[in-house]
Structures are given as C-alpha cells and as structure tokens.
C-alpha cells in the first residue's frame, strides 16, 4: 500500500487524530483535513491551518487570528504530513 500511495502526485484525507498517555490521565480526537502535493502540504486541525509552500510555512491560529511564518528546513526525523506513508518504517510498531 505505501509504495502505492507513495507514486501518487498529490492526495487528500480526513482524518482523525487520538492521543492518549499511557497514565490514561489524558485522552484527546481531533479531527482533521490534509491536502499534499510533492513537498508541499495544507493542514488543518484543531483550530490551526498550516500550509508549507516547500520553503516557507504559515501557521495560522484562528482563535487568535495570528499568524506565524517562518522558513521551511527540512529534518530527516521530522514527522511530515509529506512523508506520512512512510513513516512507519522508523521508530513505530506497525
């Protein structure tokens, strides 16, 4: 599956996001929206739009109607909506 996903040039999901810590103390969803084309991504969840153009990013706050911008640098160990197909080949039990 991820070697198919993977040859497509662009995709789009709903999602769901769960977080849970092993004390169970917290349990949070979110619900979610992603489009990727390339190196590039438009995400939204949780109040926050995210869009990285492959050089720079925008995190946009609704609630606060704040923007934050800063430069897109690439880091092998990030977890990227752009590598999200193959992020369970590293550091994740599948």
Known sequence: MSKKFQA???FQADFTYSLE????KVKDSYQGQISVKGNKYFLKISGQEVYNDGTTVWTYMKD??????????PDENEISPTK???MYKKGYKY
Not at 21 to 24: D, I, L, P, Q, S
Not at 64 to 73: F, L, Q, R, T
């Open 8 to 10: 497509f040039k662009s």
């Open 64 to 73: 606060e109607n704040e923007c934050n911008v800063s430069e897109y640098v």
């Open 84 to 86: 999200i197909h193959q």
């Open 21 to 24: 810590t092993t004390a169970g």
